[in-house]
């Protein structure tokens, strides 16, 4: 093996065949480039210049890498013999699944950690099958999408079907199940794709049956690539056309703030509500020096989202938000908290401003209570974008009978009896002196007599 195989070779392993993609064309190996994709399968933008020869030691090249983009998605970029890729797929998914325990109650259980996903079996197809996306993860998990030319078209494709497999002898994963095997679900898709374009669809996409619900977004796929190279005309998918062609609302201007309408929002598993929230929104947008104000309308607003043991998510969109996620965690076993804000909105002049914060740490309150706070709240998600909230009441955890427990006030709240309460101690101070200031001069003035 070369000096040049040797240095791909270790690059794949390192961070796959994309990132690896980025050194085609240079013959030396230089592990000076390094990625750790261990978390994350998207690592970062690896920049390598090459620069003049050193007598002696031929040419050097400097790599940086760019700051690491967080991202939780899955990406395959697929490359034949002669290193061109013929298939590309970025999606985001998760995957929940009901099962029945031994003493004859469901439970569900979600997956949505790909970090440590592998793409074995993944092709770029043949004569005889068409290209296949293979993905496998935790233990005996596999998510299988398998694509067909039509025999009737020279112009398309299809997404033809998809198949997902589990493994109930997880005792981890699938405690106390009573039915114990793998089992696998199928779903037939058919959905036409041009052969020369790139199917997007960044809105939520549901696939369920009687025991597994498949939720998918932010999917980016072209699964007969031309000519090693990815197409830039996207096909969007129905509800993305809807996004993309209506009429942005946001404003360039920043108009007299009004409180904006409280909405009740809630998110729906297998087992029932087990996500609620009731809330005003206010969005604050400062973009290209212009500054937006802009109220979110329940009654144009969708709902969607997802429960999981340690986080949930609630994820709102509209005409003109492609998606605005809440995301919250449990923190030390027995508290919650919003964790995670992600934004992606289209501005009046038609570009998308997207921005993500996984690092919050608001809305803090006991598992199985809400979080309450009547007064408005900001959640600052970044120096450019904040939240407003107004009448906020949310319970992400232990909802029972789809209706809120005990909730706990915020501390805006809490400050309305703190006042009240340092009055009336001033007060009682005050009072107190001039007790102690009266009966010390009148110990005086009979003393004074008695001297006398």
Not at 345 to 362: A, D, E, K, P, R
Request: net charge neutral; glycine share 6%.
């Amino acid at each position: 093996m070369t000096r040049a195989e040797s240095a791909e070779s270790w690059l794949l392993q390192r961070c796959g065949r994309w990132s690896a993609a980025f050194l085609s064309g240079f013959r030396e190996p230089f592990p000076c480039c390094r990625c750790s994709c261990r978390r994350r399968p998207l690592c970062g933008i690896m920049v390598c210049f090459r620069l003049a020869p050193v007598p002696g030691s031929g040419f050097v090249l400097l790599c940086l890498v760019l700051g690491a983009v967080s991202s939780y998605a899955l990406e395959l970029n697929l490359t034949d013999s002669s290193k061109a890729t013929c298939l590309y797929a970025k999606w985001q998914m998760n995957l929940t699944i009901r099962y029945e325990t031994t003493d004859k109650h469901n439970k569900t259980v979600t997956i949505s950690d790909f970090s440590a996903a592998t793409y074995n079996g993944s092709f770029c197809g043949d004569d005889q099958n068409g290209p296949k996306i293979a993905v496998q993860f935790g233990s005996g998990f596999s998510w299988i999408v398998n694509f067909t030319k039509e025999a009737s078209s020279t112009s398309t494709y299809l997404v033809d079907y998809i198949s997902f497999s589990y493994n109930t002898n997880d005792n981890t994963t699938f405690p106390d199940a009573k039915e114990k095997g793998v089992f696998t679900v199928n779903y037939h898709v058919a959905l036409k794709i041009p052969l020369n374009d790139i199917f997007r669809c960044n809105s939520l996409s549901t696939l369920e049956n009687s025991d597994v619900v498949q939720h998918y977004w932010d999917v980016h796929v072209q699964a007969f690539v031309q000519n090693g190279t990815v197409s830039t005309t996207e096909f969007l998918c129905d509800k993305d056309k809807t996004v993309t062609t209506a009429v942005p609302i946001i404003p360039t201007t920043v108009p007299s703030p009004t409180k904006p309408v409280v909405g009740s929002y809630s998110v729906v598993n297998s087992n029932g509500t087990c996500l609620l929230a009731t809330m005003g929104l206010q969005l604050n947008l400062t973009h290209d020096k212009v500054a937006s104000v802009f109220n979110i309308n329940p009654n144009t607003t969708n709902t969607t989202g997802s429960c999981q043991p340690q986080t949930a998510l609630l994820r709102l969109s509209s005409s003109n938000i492609k998606y605005l996620d809440f995301v919250f965690a449990v923190k030390n076993e027995n508290r919650f908290y919003l964790k995670e804000v992600n934004v992606s909105m289209i501005l009046v002049n038609g570009s998308v401003y997207s921005i993500s914060n996984t690092n919050l740490s608001y809305w803090d309150a006991p598992l199985g209570s809400s979080y309450m706070c009547n007064k408005e709240q900001t959640v600052s998600v970044s120096g450019a974008f904040q939240i407003n909230t107004f009448d906020l009441r949310v319970q992400p955890f232990s909802v029972t009978e789809g209706k809120y427990s005990t909730a706990q006030d915020c501390s805006a709240d809490d400050d309305n009896f703190l006042v009240p309460i340092a009055v009336g101690a001033a007060l009682a101070g005050v009072l107190i002196l001039v007790l102690l200031a009266y009966f010390i001069g009148l110990k005086r003035h009979h003393a004074g007599y008695e001297q006398f």
